[in-house]
């Protein structure tokens, strides 16, 4: 295990602080710094890389580089007293501002965390980019300094990681630094030989069971290696099961190299709320969707969705690959009189009835209410080969309508030529003509 305590720690920055712009380590007795940066955009600011007087050096550059709206607030908060009093009674400190990349303004999160040594005068402080925390995160950066190891390093920045692995590629040997007690609960080994052997062994024991299948044919040393070579990381997201509760996680990899060798740095993160927090607003989305593209009152597709029907065969026509297809354009006779007689109840009623005329007869092709007592179907597939056979059935319903008091209603269908109609209002037009004429007729 020695070779992998004796990884320096310009390579552990590297692979750790892929979510920060900058890294600093500061001694807190005489305010010496090194910064390590993950970020060439974050030098490009002029910040000094190490020194002496480290917050009044900060002082100093953030009133350059910070937004001008934030930089009161900044400079109230970000004393060396304050920082270390918020230190000495909870385990981190953190601002959120916003940095200024040229006349880009780009929000940024600071962490301080006390290192646990001897001393106990030094603080590592992490600026990390959450402005655009959903794309790919930066490449990582060579660290400048080394002076730390692995588990101090690990201990300061890995908050956010339920566990951290590194593993000898060619010798499977690994270590695990585990950031949170949960992670401890699932009596997972931190260290020994084979470690894909030993994880693919773990999967069975504390893996989601719908998701064990997919990560143990995902997760071996062949897939692993050959992502890694060819795209620099490795990331698959996952459940972990703590007791019987599923847990959100999200694997990360990559491959780093230093003078001692090659090593794989391996972060199991908690994504838990953020999935929840997606899953919840996709299915609040589709809903807001589906209540927008369903007519409230007879449940077919509304106005909203045959628009967007008419844009899709729009296309279609233009490009040259749209199917054979008809448009049916429907109106329900005596709505006005049942309303104005009976009230908008019995109206609703009438319209539902209709509705399900309409519905049945053209069972495998969309209806859309596109206004009070009008609709249109778009036929195609089966009811189209159908389509005059089905109009049939429409005129024989309004015939017996006629005589019991039913819901009477004018259709008028019209199908796609691509040798004459350009767009989908050439077929609607037609249609619609047809079904006034019809409804003359049944009126007469």
Do not use: W
Request: hydrophobic share 35%; aromatic share 10%; net charge negative.
């Amino acid at each position: 295990m020695d070779d992998l305590h004796n990884v320096t720690i310009a390579s552990v920055a590297q692979a750790l602080a892929a979510d920060y712009f900058s890294i600093y380590y500061v001694n807190t007795e005489n305010d010496r710094f090194i910064e390590y940066s993950a970020s060439s955009e974050y030098q490009e600011l002029g910040i000094e890389t190490e020194g002496e007087d480290f917050f009044n050096l900060s002082r100093k550059n953030i009133r350059r580089i910070i937004h001008p709206d934030d930089r009161d607030f900044f400079l109230e908060r970000f004393t060396k007293e304050k920082v270390l009093s918020a230190l000495f009674t909870q385990p981190t400190f953190t601002l959120t501002y916003r940095l200024m990349f040229g006349d880009t303004p780009t929000y940024v999160h600071m962490k301080a965390t006390r290192m646990k040594d001897r001393s106990d005068c030094h603080i590592v402080i992490g600026v990390s980019n959450i402005d655009d925390q959903m794309k790919a995160q930066e490449e990582y950066q060579k660290a400048k300094k080394a002076s730390l190891t692995y588990s101090r390093i690990a201990q300061a920045l890995a908050g956010d990681y339920f566990s951290i692995y590194v593993v000898d590629p060619e010798t499977e040997r690994f270590s695990e630094y585990s950031a949170t007690e949960e992670y401890d609960t699932l009596g997972i080994e931190k260290g020994g030989e084979n470690f894909f052997e030993t994880s693919r062994s773990n999967i069975q024991k504390v893996i989601y069971p719908e998701d064990r299948d997919m990560l143990l044919s995902v997760f071996t040393k062949e897939n692993l290696m050959k992502e890694l070579e060819e795209n620099g990381i490795f990331t698959f997201n996952y459940r972990l099961l703590f007791g019987e509760n599923p847990t959100y996680v999200s694997m990360k990899a990559t491959l780093m190299t230093d003078d001692e060798g090659r090593y794989l740095i391996i972060g199991v993160n908690n994504i838990d709320a953020q999935m929840r927090r997606e899953y919840e607003y996709a299915r609040n989305l589709s809903a807001a969707k589906d209540k927008a593209y369903r007519d409230q009152l007879t449940g077919v597709k509304s106005k909203h969705a045959f628009s967007e029907a008419e844009e899709r065969l729009e296309q279609q026509i233009a490009d040259g690959s749209a199917e054979p297809f008809s448009i049916i354009v429907c109106d329900v006779n005596g709505l006005k009189q049942i309303n104005d007689t009976l009230g908008h109840k019995a109206g609703d009623e009438f319209i539902k009835k209709a509705c399900a005329v309409i519905c049945k007869t053209f069972d495998h092709s969309p209806v859309f209410r596109i206004g009070g007592d009008e609709f249109v179907v778009i036929s195609s597939g089966a009811d189209y080969d159908r389509r005059d056979e089905l109009m049939t059935q429409i005129q024989e319903h309004n015939q017996a309508a006629l005589k019991t008091g039913g819901a009477v209603i004018a259709c008028g269908m019209s199908s796609f030529d691509p040798e004459r109609d350009k767009n989908i209002s050439d077929v609607f037009e037609r249609a619609d003509e047809l079904m006034y004429s019809n409804k003359k007729r049944l009126k007469e």
